[in-house]
């Protein structure tokens, strides 16, 4: 059990290591916690992860098997991104599927995606068991179908009564398997893919002096370029929208349906503008190369210290 590995990334420390100075996975990174409202320095290593994230509970199955598949998949990753960031180009054919597929899990692979999963979850299975006790003999029969298929649990006896008052008054709690979620994931990411190489991909450079790309746990970011906001929400597959996604302090991704694709050096107020949707969507830390970062608010640019003061 020794080498099963628990500490899990859903955040790869290759890619994390091309925010700070050193560019390598033990080096320096500025992380700046909007929920426990603080700032300090620490290693890839130590961040955009969290145990038994990717565990899996299948009998026959070590529990850290999805850990290492996402693994042996990074490993083709990190050169393709390391040659993006030494030659400043997008690459082409197979290289440009593996960017996208790594697109596509860094946008689907995430805690705050999870979390939304499972409340969704939650609340179907919630109104589910509401219709369940509406009556009587709709329960009864619930219960006769469920001891056909599954006669090795032993239910409790429970009256219908007591059933209703503990479902009618939420007194009961809904937990999810390890690796459930996980495989939503991945059935999400079957789904998203099409879309990401319909887009036009767009390398943005940082202008030398200019300022330099953040990062975040949730780096992956999809905006509306239209005014106002379709009451449906946006996704992937929406045209008029813009994803864009840190690639290393110097580089970043934009992709649009609306083409054509660039290669475009950009400046202050676009690489601003790139660091405020990073922030605006993360969903607890920022990470750079150290706290002198700039992003674009209403009023005009701001820094960490306003960022940590504003909330």
Same mark, same amino acid.
């Given at each position: 059990?020794?080498?099963?590995?628990?500490?899990h990334?859903?955040?790869?420390?290759?890619?994390?290591?091309?925010?700070?100075?050193?560019?390598?996975?033990?080096?320096?990174?500025?992380?700046?916690?909007?929920?426990?409202?603080?700032?300090?320095?620490?290693?890839?290593?130590?961040?955009?992860?969290?145990?038994?994230? #990717?565990? /899996?509970?299948?009998? &026959?199955?070590?529990?850290?098997?999805?850990?290492?598949?996402f693994?042996?998949? $990074?490993? !083709? +990753?990190?050169?393709?991104?390391?040659?993006?960031?030494?030659?400043?180009?997008?690459?082409?054919?197979?290289?440009?599927?593996?960017?996208? #597929?790594? /697109?596509?899990?860094? &946008?689907?692979?995430?805690?705050?995606i999870?979390?939304?999963?499972?409340?969704? $979850?939650? !609340? +179907?299975?919630?109104?589910?068991?509401?219709?369940?006790?509406?009556?009587?003999?709709?329960?009864?029969?619930?219960?006769?179908?469920?001891?056909?298929?599954?006669?090795?649990?032993?239910?409790?006896?429970?009256?219908?009564?007591?059933?209703?008052?503990?479902?009618?008054? !939420?007194?009961?709690?809904?937990?999810?398997?390890?690796?459930?979620?996980?495989?939503?994931?991945?059935?999400?990411?079957?789904?998203?893919?099409?879309?990401?190489?319909?887009?036009?991909?767009?390398?943005?450079?940082?202008?030398?002096?200019?300022g330099?790309?953040?990062?975040?746990?949730?780096?992956?970011v999809?905006?509306?370029?239209g005014?106002?906001?379709?009451?449906?929400?946006?996704?992937?597959g929406?045209?008029?929208?813009?994803?864009?996604?840190?690639?290393?302090?110097?580089?970043?991704?934009?992709?649009?349906?609306?083409?054509?694709?660039?290669?475009?050096?950009?400046?202050?107020?676009?690489?601003?503008?790139?660091?405020?949707?990073?922030?605006?969507?993360?969903?607890?830390?920022?990470?750079?190369?150290?706290?002198?970062?700039?992003?674009?608010?209403?009023?005009?640019?701001?820094?960490?210290?306003?960022?940590?003061?504003?909330?």
């Open positions: 059990m020794s080498n099963v590995s628990r500490h990334h859903y955040v790869p420390q290759f890619y994390l290591a091309g925010f700070n100075e050193s560019g390598e996975k033990n080096g320096s990174l500025c992380v700046t916690d909007l929920v426990e409202e603080k700032c300090f320095v620490t290693s890839p290593k130590k961040v955009g992860a969290k145990r038994d994230f #990717n565990r /899996v509970d299948v009998p &026959g199955v070590k529990m850290d098997a999805l850990e290492k598949a693994s042996r998949f $990074e490993t !083709e +990753v990190a050169p393709v991104l390391a040659q993006v960031i030494e030659d400043r180009e997008l690459p082409k054919n197979e290289d440009m599927s593996i960017l996208l #597929n790594f /697109v596509a899990l860094l &946008g689907m692979r995430n805690p705050q999870r979390s939304n999963f499972a409340e969704a $979850e939650r !609340e +179907v299975l919630r109104k589910m068991a509401h219709l369940m006790v509406g009556d009587k003999e709709r329960w009864e029969a619930v219960l006769e179908q469920f001891r056909e298929e599954n006669s090795e649990i032993d239910l409790p006896e429970v009256s219908y009564e007591k059933m209703k008052e503990i479902v009618q008054e !939420e007194r009961y709690e809904i937990e999810f398997k390890h690796g459930h979620h996980s495989a939503l994931e991945l059935d999400a990411l079957d789904a998203v893919l099409p879309y990401l190489f319909e887009r036009k991909w767009s390398l943005l450079i940082a202008r030398e002096g200019e330099k790309f953040i990062c975040s746990d949730r780096p992956v999809l905006n509306s370029k005014e106002g906001k379709s009451p449906y929400g946006v996704g992937l929406t045209p008029n929208t813009e994803l864009t996604m840190p690639l290393s302090k110097c580089l970043a991704l934009l992709a649009t349906f609306e083409g054509p694709p660039r290669k475009v050096r950009v400046d202050r107020f676009v690489i601003g503008a790139v660091n405020s949707r990073v922030i605006g969507s993360c969903n607890r830390q920022v990470y750079a190369e150290s706290e002198d970062f700039e992003y674009l608010a209403e009023d005009g640019f701001s820094g960490q210290s306003e960022l940590l003061n504003n909330l």
